[in-house]
Structure formats: C-alpha cells, structure tokens
C-alpha cells in the first residue's frame, strides 16, 4: 500500500472508453460480453445463479440483473446466507406472526415479503443449512411461504425473481450431500460464470481509477502513474475486485 500511494500521483494512464452500467465499468471484452449476457438475461423470468471466485462483482451482477429487469422499480433485497445462525436465517428470510416464539411482539415481514415486485439476492447460498435449502427449494417451486408461527391458509403469494451467488463447487457439495440436486437445477435455471479479475485484466485501470475517485475530496486530484499501472495489472489479484479496492483506498 505505501508503494501505491507513493506511485499513485503521476499521469493518466490512457484506457479505452469503458461501459458504464449504473455507476459500473466494464472494458475488458470478457467483461463487456459478460454484461451484455446478465442485460439480456435479465428480461426472463428465471432463476439466476451466479458462480465464482470470492470478491469478483457477483453482488455487482446481481444488481444489474434487477436494474435491467422489468423488475427495477421494485426492491432489491441483499442477504448473506452465512452471515448468521440458521434459526435467525430463518427468521429473516420467512418473517415471523406475533407471539409465534418468545419476544415475538409483533408481527414482523421477512426478506421474501419485502422483496415482493422485485429481487432477492441471495449470497453465499452454498452455507444455507439443509433444512433451509427444502424450505428455499418449496419456495422456488410453489411461489409461497408461510412466516414462522403461521399456519395453513396464511401462506402468502410471492411475486419476486431470485437471484443466488456462490463461491463453491456446487456439484462437489451435491456429491458429499451438503447440497441439495434438486435445488441446484431449480436455482441454476441460468446460470452466469464470472471470470477473476486477472483473468479480464483490461478492467483493472478503470476500477482502481474509479475506486480512488470515490475516496477523494472535492478539490483533491490523483491520477495513476505508469510505473503503478503496469504494477496494478501486473499483480495477480488472488482477492480479485475486492482486493484491488482495499488496495486502492490504502493508498
């Protein structure tokens, strides 16, 4: 980082000129082919899984799989499927009725009913517990669900499109039965593979000029020298666009 801020402030570094996707650059033509893929796939109404390696953009596709959709009035709703444990999961995703557990006060809408007219994106789905992936799979089958506590006849009507990310081998999980087949197939009605970051290295300029811009003051002016470019994507970025950011707000 201190070798980046000491090369950072230089010349321009000439790229070709990026398409921009509500405030996202893609240059590479790996990149640009991937972007015109999510747009088209984007007016279906199919299940999408994302597949790659951590810190690739997949929430970053996800986005514009609900902005370019007839769907991108509505809410697009993130969550991250290992960022709790299972019965708070639960909880989020389904909602739960007024006294259906102790402390239930009120009844309260989970991520399902708040994403109604719109999308979930669904992180990480590879952590999902097993019991959560019959549930998730019901819901992508009969486009319904019932909040916790609930009971036969308040099943409430679902009306959004499902996004899913994974940085695993979901077909090896399938293999060890840590995941379920069928809610593979139902998951990955399209599926979209993101490359690395070293793998579309013409991308690699633009975003780290775009991530410092966001990190400047208004009167404050940095450019990118050669000496730092040719080091920027010269690296291998095991991290990939994640890592380049934090890199780049080091510096």
């Known amino acids: 980082a201190s070798f980046w801020a000491s090369a950072i ?3 321009n ?12 650059i893609f240059v590479d033509p790996l990149s640009r082919k991937l972007l015109a893929l999510t747009e088209r796939v984007a007016q279906a109404e199919v299940s999408v899984l994302l597949a790659g390696p951590t810190g690739a953009g997949k929430e970053v596709l996800a986005r514009i799989l609900h902005d370019s959709s007839p769907r991108h009035a509505g809410p697009f709703i993130a969550f991250n499927c ?18 259906s557990f102790t402390g239930a006060a009120k009844t ?4 399902f009913e708040q994403a109604q ?8 789905i590879g952590e999902m517990s097993f019991h959560l992936q019959a549930k998730l799979l019901r819901v992508l089958q009969e486009r319904r669900i019932t909040r916790l506590g609930g009971v036969h006849g308040q099943e409430i ?13 979901l077909k090896q999980a399938i293999a060890k039965r840590e995941f379920r087949e069928d809610l593979y197939f139902r998951l990955s009605a399209f599926k979209i593979t993101l490359p690395s970051l070293s793998a579309r290295p013409m991308d ?8 410092v811009s966001e990190h400047l003051s208004d009167n404050q002016v940095v450019r990118i020298s050669q000496e730092a470019a040719n080091c920027l994507v010269s690296h291998s970025w095991p991290g990939n666009v994640r890592e380049l950011q934090n890199v780049m707000i080091r510096a």
Do not use: C, W, Y
Not at 13 to 24: A, C, D, V, W
Not at 82 to 99: I, K, S, T, Y
């Open 9 to 11: 402030d230089g010349i």
């Open 13 to 24: 570094i000439p790229q070709p000129e990026p398409t921009k996707s509500r405030g996202f």
């Open 82 to 99: 290992a960022a709790m444990p299972e019965n708070l999961v639960e909880d989020m995703l389904f909602g739960h009725e007024r006294g």
């Open 108 to 111: 309260q809408l989970g991520l």
């Open 117 to 124: 007219g719109g999308t979930i994106f669904l992180d990480e």
């Open 157 to 169: 009507q679902l009306d959004i499109k499902v996004v899913a990310a994974t940085n695993l081998d």
């Open 204 to 211: 690699i300029i633009p975003l780290a000029e775009q991530f």
